[in-house]
């Protein structure tokens, strides 16, 4: 069965220290991926992508996410969080072209401390 | 603003109450989705649409009803619905055919839905 796992419903860090979001996935052929933020009461907004090259890839507000094919994981990370950075944040997937269903994780909760 | 629209960002219905939500992406996508989003809960999946055809109806009640009269439009259709349908409802649009598609979903704000 394809899915997207995200372990952690909340992750919490000071501002100014580096955080980390969990995402791994089990899809079909070579993964399309993709990290979406979510405010409150708001709709998803499109973060960063993975498809091919890098497996370093930059996106948004001073986000990244690190592809790892033999962990099956792609990790969102950002060197020193900000206090506007505390939202829902969800990995999504699909496998091996741009058609078929994405799969989304459950999100989760990013909560940074002043 | 993500070139997805969607109205009312608000509505508040009684369970004999007829409603609809409606969706207008200005991005030259092929391709429009519903989701629902609970408390709590995962996101879920209604319904997809690709070039105006129905192509995933995830075991949605019939008491949603999906239209999509061209690539641009997307309605919700609501009727007889349950305390439980309170959520915010989704929609979202992507290229998923040619040549330099990479498949990215666009999300439209969301319609905060009240059953009362």
């Known amino acids: 069965a394809q899915s997207v796992a995200q372990p952690e419903d909340q992750v919490n860090v000071a501002e100014g220290n580096p955080l980390t979001v969990k995402c791994t996935y089990s899809?079909?052929?070579?993964?399309?991926l993709f990290w979406y933020v979510q405010y409150p009461n708001r709709g998803l907004q499109f973060l960063l992508k993975?498809?091919?090259?890098?497996?370093l890839v930059k996106g948004s507000y001073g986000f990244e996410a690190e592809f790892n094919k033999s962990q099956t994981s792609f990790h969102l990370k950002k060197p020193s969080a900000l206090v506007s950075d505390s939202a829902l944040y969800f990995c999504a997937a699909r496998g091996g072209s741009t058609l078929g269903r994405l799969y989304f994780g459950r999100g989760t909760q990013l909560t940074v401390w002043p | 603003e993500t070139g997805v629209t969607q109205t009312p960002r608000h509505l508040v219905m009684g369970m004999t109450n007829k409603k609809s939500l409606k969706c207008e992406q200005h991005l030259g996508h092929n391709a429009m989705y519903w989701y629902k989003q609970s408390a709590k809960k995962p996101l879920e999946l209604m319904f997809v649409?690709?070039?105006?055809?129905?192509?995933e109806n995830n075991s949605v009640p019939s008491r949603f009803s999906p239209e999509c009269p061209n690539s641009s439009h997307l309605f919700l259709h609501l009727h007889t619905l349950q305390p439980e349908d309170s959520a915010l409802y989704l929609c979202a649009s992507s290229q998923d055919a040619g040549q330099g598609s990479t498949g990215e979903l666009f999300f439209g704000e969301g319609s905060r839905l009240t059953v009362l």
């Open positions: 993975y498809i091919t090259g890098d497996n």
């Open positions: 899809v079909s052929g070579n993964p399309y």
């Open positions: 649409y690709n070039f105006k055809e129905q192509t």
